[in-house]
């Protein structure tokens, strides 16, 4: 069992930065593909971004060189450094594990995730 806790949200004016954290319980954390997922209000949840075990890394290309995804398993987490930002970017952002290692970018492919956290962008 993983528990993850992602914080860091809040409002900021478009252009602006933020940076999600995201900590995970337990032993195995190096073992497991980490995500981000963000779902906005009367849409579907989307994937964000993704690292596997190894350090490959996977974003949607409307976050492509604005986003960055990192992980510290020294520390249990997972980051996600958010550059430029726009009000298309509003949404709560879910943090997700999954075991076995690999990259992964689908939705159904995750099995732990947090309870989100707020991400409001102004114009």
């Known amino acids: 069992q993983v528990q993850l806790v992602e914080s860091g949200g809040g409002l900021v004016q478009a252009g602006g930065s933020l940076r999600l954290s995201c900590a995970a319980s337990?032993?195995?954390?190096?073992?497991?593909?980490m995500g981000w997922f963000r779902q906005a209000p009367g849409k579907e949840r989307e994937f964000v971004a993704a690292?596997?075990?190894?350090?490959?890394?996977s974003y949607v290309d409307s976050v492509k060189g604005r986003f960055t995804i990192s992980r510290d398993n020294a520390k249990n987490t997972v980051y996600l450094q958010m550059n430029n930002l726009i009000p298309e970017d509003t949404a709560v952002y879910y943090c997700?594990?999954?075991?076995?290692?690999?990259?992964?970018?689908?939705?159904?492919?995750?099995?732990?995730w947090g309870q989100g956290t707020q991400v409001t962008v102004s114009s």
């Open positions: 337990g032993r195995t954390f190096s073992s497991y593909a």
């Open positions: 690292i596997s075990r190894s350090g490959g890394i």
């Open positions: 997700a594990a999954t075991p076995g290692g690999a990259l992964r970018t689908r939705l159904s492919e995750y099995i732990y």
